[in-house]
C-alpha cells in the first residue's frame, strides 16, 4: 500500500507537487487578512477571555476543558519528535517556518473553531457534537463532501495518528529503557483504552489535568536550558532567521528543505486548519456563549503549541549542537539533545515527557474520530465498539511500525483532510466574517455577549436543538 497510494499521494501532498505547503499558506493569509489580522489585533483577549471561563451548560465541557483537549491532540510527538524531525531535514531555518505557519495558522484555527461552534449539534445523550462534517453538511448543503471528510477523519485520527503516536513512546522507551515495543504497545492499548471508554467528557476531564502540568514542565526544562547558554541565545535566533532565507553557508542549499520541513512538521505539530480541533470546539459550551468565543480559546492553542512549546524543543535541540542530517531522525534526535544538556537523566526526562505528550494525543485522537460516529448514526454500541477495536489495533500495530511507515501514512491522512476543510472553511467565509462583526459589536456595546441567529446572517442552516434564538 505504501508504494502504490502512500508515497505517491504524499509526493504530490508534501512532496514534488507541495500542494499542502500552497493551501496552508493561502488559507492562512486568506483569514488573517478577512479577519483583519484578528490573531495580533487581539492577542492578549485570548488569554482574558479564558480567564472567564466557566460551563454555560452542564452538558458540554468548559472552554479551558476544550482548549486542554484541543491541545492534548495538538501536543505530542510534533512537538518532541516532529520539531527534530524538521531540524534533521531542513536545518535551524524551518524552525523560522514553523514559527510563520503558526502564526498564520492562528487565523485559519479561529475560523474553523468558531464554524465548530456554530454548526454543532447535540447527540443522542444530548452532548454536544460537531466538526468539519457538520459544517460543510449544514452550511455548504453538501452531504458526500462532508461524507469524503469523516471517512479522511477515521483514517487519520482513528487510525494513522494514534499509530504514530504509539510508534514515538515505544520508541523513547525502548531507547531508553529497551523495553519492547510489542510490551509498550499493548499496554498504551490497555490503558486508552480505559479512558477513551468513559466518552468525551472523561477524555476532557484527564486533558484538564495532564495537559497544563506537562506543558508547564516542558517550558521549565527549556528555560533552566536557555539560561544555562544564556550567551548562545543571539546567535542562536540570528542563525535561525538567516538559514530560513538561505543566507548562511551551511543552509545555502537547503532552502526548500527548511521550508518544506518547517511548514509540513509546523502544520502537523498545531493541526490548524487540519479540521481536529474544530470536534473539541464543538464540545464546549462557553461564556459568553457566543461561537466567537471559541475561536478565540483555540486559536490561542495554535499559538500556545508552536510558538512556545515547539519553539522550546528547538531551544534544546539547536543548543545541543545538532544540524541537518538530511536523514529523517524522530525522538532519538530531542533524547540525545536533552542528554547533552543534562546526561542521562536528561534522556529519562525526555522518555517520560514524550510519553505523556503522546499518549494524550492518542486519547484526544479518538474522541476526534468518535465524534464522527454520530454523523453516520453509529454512536450505538455496536458502532463504537468496532470503533475502538480498530482504534486500539492501529495502537498496537503502530508501537511495533517502523518510524517512516508510521509517520507517511499519518502525513497522507492529514493532508487529505487539510484539504477538504480549507475548501470547506474558505467556502463559509463570509459566516465567518459576519459572526466577529457581531461579536465586535456586542463586545464594544458592553451588552449581553450571546449569539441569536437573527442577529447574524449565516450560510446554511444550524441545530434548532442548540441555538434556539
Known sequence: MSEYIVGPMNNLLWGNGQLLIYVLLFAGVWFSVKLRFIQLRNFTYMFKLLRQDGKSD????????????????????????????????????????????ALLGMATGFAESVLGQLYKVRDSHQEFRGGPAYYIRSGLNNKWLAVLFSLCLFLGYGASFS??????????????????????????????????????????RFAELVVPWMGLAFVATAVIIATMNI?????????????????????????????KSGIQRGMYSN???????????????????????????????????????????ALVVLLAGVGPTGEMAGIGVTQYAMSVHFGEYGDDFIAAAITLFAFTSVVANYAYAESNLHFFHLDNKWGKGGYTLIYLCMVVWGANASLKEAWNLADMSLGLMTLVNIYAIVQLTPTIVNLMH????????????????????????VADNVWKN
Open 271 to 313: 493541526e490548524a486548519g487540519a479540521g481536529s480541533v474544530p470536534h473539541a470546539a464543538a464540545g464546549a459550551a462557553p461564556k459568553p456563549n457566543h461561537p466567537v468565543a471559541q475561536g478565540y480559546i483555540q486559536m490561542l492553542g495554535v499559538f500556545l503549541d508552536t510558538i512556545v512549546l515547539c519553539s522550546c524543543t
Open 438 to 461: 457581531d461579536y465586535a459589536d456586542k463586545k464594544r456595546a458592553g451588552g449581553a455577549m450571546e449569539f441569536r441567529c437573527s442577529e447574524v446572517k449565516i450560510q446554511g442552516q
Open 231 to 259: 550567551t548562545d541565545i543571539p546567535t542562536l535566533v540570528i542563525d535561525i532567521v538567516m538559514s530560513a532565507f538561505g543566507l548562511t553557508e551551511a543552509s545555502a542549499g537547503a532552502l526548500g528543505a527548511a521550508i
Open 58 to 101: 452542564p452538558r458540554g465541557i468548559s472552554s479551558f476543558q476544550a482548549l486542554c483537549t484541543g491541545l492534548s491532540a495538538r501536543v505530542g510527538t510534533g512537538n518532541l519528535a516532529g520539531v527534530a524531525m524538521a531540524i534533521s531535514l531542513g536545518g535551524s531555518g524551518a524552525v523560522f517556518w514553523m514559527w510563520v505557519i
Open 163 to 204: 499509530a504514530m503516536q504509539a510508534n514515538t513512546i515505544a520508541e523513547a522507551l525502548n531507547n531508553t529503557f529497551a523495553i519492547s515495543t510489542s510490551i509498550s504497545g499493548l499496554v498504551i492499548a490497555a490503558v486508552a483504552g480505559v479512558i477513551v471508554l468513559g466518552g468525551f467528557k472523561r477524555i476532557a
